[in-house]
């Protein structure tokens, strides 16, 4: 079996009525990334579009060039 390197990193953000919020783990604060009410687009259910909050998750996967 061999070994290879993968980079990995986790994004963190949240949809809110005023926009798409994105975590920055480095200053420990959310910033706005987009001013637009996304929310009806976050999930399948009904009640998404009118949460008062929608967090997302999503990862980034790469590998070296070799």
Same mark, same amino acid.
């Given at each position: 079996m $061999?070994?290879?390197? *993968?980079n990995a990193t986790l994004l963190? %953000? /949240?949809a809110l009525p005023? %926009? *798409?919020w994105?975590? =920055?783990? %480095?200053? !420990?604060a959310l !910033?706005?990334?987009l001013a637009t =009410?996304?929310?009806a687009? $976050? %999930?399948l259910q009904d009640f998404v579009a009118t949460a008062p909050l929608n967090v $997302?998750? /999503?990862q980034t996967v790469g590998y070296p060039q070799t």
């Open positions: $061999t070994r290879r390197e *993968v963190a %953000g /949240a005023d %926009g *798409v994105l975590y =920055d783990p %480095g200053q !420990h !910033h706005l990334h =009410d996304i929310r687009q $976050t %999930g $997302t998750f /999503a």
